[in-house]
């Protein structure tokens, strides 16, 4: 059974940084696409990040590019997502996704999902 283990998130200050780290199980992940997304109450799950199978290729939401970092160790199936100059509004559960195929910023290309971890930023 494929699975996906986020940690790393956390209650930080605004202007701090976390790490969030994504462990994958079950299956080799180094030919699948990694996704990021984050969901807050009422709203839907929304695209954070994404990096190709290779890392080659990146892709970012206009609200965090350049603070957020999308990376991989194939070696280890661990996808991370470093952030950084954190906002009170990136407050969410952050999950991580894998996919095949992906479009990469549409969740529902995505084949497996972690369980989330929560990112509390305070002001």
């Known amino acids: 059974q494929a699975q996906l283990v986020e940690s790393g998130g956390g209650l930080v200050q605004a202007g701090g940084s976390l790490r969030l780290s994504c462990v994958a199980s079950?299956?080799?992940?180094?030919?699948?696409?990694m996704g990021w997304f984050r969901q807050v109450p009422g709203r839907e799950r929304g695209f954070v990040a994404a990096?190709?199978?290779?890392?080659?290729?990146?892709y970012y939401a206009n609200s965090v590019k350049g603070r957020f970092t999308v990376s991989r160790d194939n070696a280890k199936n661990t996808a991370y997502l470093e952030m950084n100059s954190l906002k009170p509004e990136d407050t969410a559960v952050y999950y991580c996704?894998?996919?095949?195929?992906?479009?990469?910023?549409?969740?529902?290309?995505?084949?497996?999902w972690g369980q989330g971890t929560q990112v509390t930023v305070s002001s």
């Open positions: 996704a894998a996919a095949e195929t992906a479009s990469y910023v549409d969740s529902k290309s995505y084949d497996y």
């Open positions: 079950g299956r080799t992940f180094s030919r699948f696409a």
């Open positions: 990096i190709s199978w290779s890392g080659r290729t990146t």
